[in-house]
């Protein structure tokens, strides 16, 4: 093809581009976006946006933007025009309008990794039907009667591994008492089995690749995660088949209490669907919660008075415990942990395990006077309101006893509304975590047995930093004594 041919060839699709980007400048010059920055070309503000920064402040991108276009601008993120919210009210509208206004939409590669059934990336009728069941699983009932038992169980066992004096990765620790809980849940699996090794091996390679830039060629770790992936499911996908034939032989119901068991006796998902809800259960169950644990070690570590109010808390339940002849926590012991939940509360405030959601808007939407464009992304970053000054007094301040007045922060002006209403942790609306429970009675008993047993401090010094996911990069090092109650 000659040079005259290849131009006459290419004209028309340069025309309709240059005529597309023109209506729709046209079009944004006629809405009232948020003030705000494109950044470069294709990726935009996004290197300023993800670099790490200390997990209780908002980071220098935000706060340079927050205080220069205010709580609502716009930006260019991850290849897409973008609202970023920093704002308290718009981060509840955006959230409670979930399917009318704005839908869920993570990142291609999230989707690539975690599955295209998973949780995270569905959105319509078959979110709603897997959401049913990883409530069912989770629900009020299962925690008291199943998982309040097997939560002590796996708590008891890490803690049981620590010696006096002795020094480790706190974070190492959270997260096998999180994943040895979520395995044995998921799929009956029992803590040290070499299967169970085997798997947490693979995860680790696994988690690596969903947190790190989706390059998918040889040696990165998005390639490396791809492949953990691939074996893991077919970890997965051996047990449903055991599962199978054990029902075959036995001739009848066979019932496992574990998701899996539950999934392949009660829904109609395919393999492919079990296989990726039990992949995000995992990933979901088991990142967040261990983190929080870290943290909540870490903050405690620096607030020994927060200490002392903990220890004579659990130090009632146990002492009650023994007088009635008990031994294993029950529902009860854990509704009289009051202050511990204010550590929870105050934990999870402060750390942000989860810094913001993604979501895209639906509709042209208008809010306080702005335009937010159908099909931009929009981000609620639920960090920024959580250590928001005008909310929180000394929002970098480890402060559990804020908590205190029923449950909810005191505003720092006194007068507005309760923040209680703009702490959302776990998000919000029809896509709050289905987990939140499970994590908090996770936290609370973890709690209730560390301070009864342990005292700690920092081995080394070491914090907990924003890469946006939460990680303490030394693993929050450790040095523990056991003390008799
Ligand atoms: C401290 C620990 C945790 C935090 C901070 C946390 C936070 C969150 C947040 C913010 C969301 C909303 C995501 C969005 O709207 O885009 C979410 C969703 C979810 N979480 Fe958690 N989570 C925690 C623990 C858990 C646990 C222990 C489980 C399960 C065992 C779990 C399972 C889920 C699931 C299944 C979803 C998706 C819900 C849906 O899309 O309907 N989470 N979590």
Redesign the pocket.
Known sequence: MSDSELILCLLPSVIALLLFSVLIHRRQTHLNLPPGLSGWPFIGETIGYLQPYSATTIGHFMEQHVARFGKIYRSNLFGEPTIVSADAGLNRFI?QNEGRLFE?SYPRSIGGILGKWS??VLVGDM?RDM?TI?LNF?SHGRLRTHLLREVEKNTLLVLGSWRDNSTFSAQDEAKKFTFNL?AKHIMSLDPGEPETEQLKKEYVTFMKGVVSPPLNFPGTAYWKALRSRSTILKFIERKMEERIERKKEAGERVEDDDLLGWVLEYSNLSTEQILDLIL??LF??HE??SV?IALAIFFLEGCPRAIDQLREEHLDIARAKREAGETELNWEDYKKMEFTQCVISET?RLGN??RF??RKALKDVRYQGYDIPCGWKVLPV?AAVHLDPHLFDQPQHFNPWRWQNNGRASSSSGTGPSTGNYFM???GG???????E??KL?MAVFIHHLVLNFSWELADSDEAFAFPFVDFPKGLPIRVFSHSQ
């Open positions: 959230l869920c949780m995270l979110h959401r990883s989770l979520m995000s259960l979901a169950g967040t919660s929080a999870l395990v989860v959601l993604h639920i942790p776990f998000g029809p896509r709050l975590c289905t987990g939140s499970l994590a996770e």
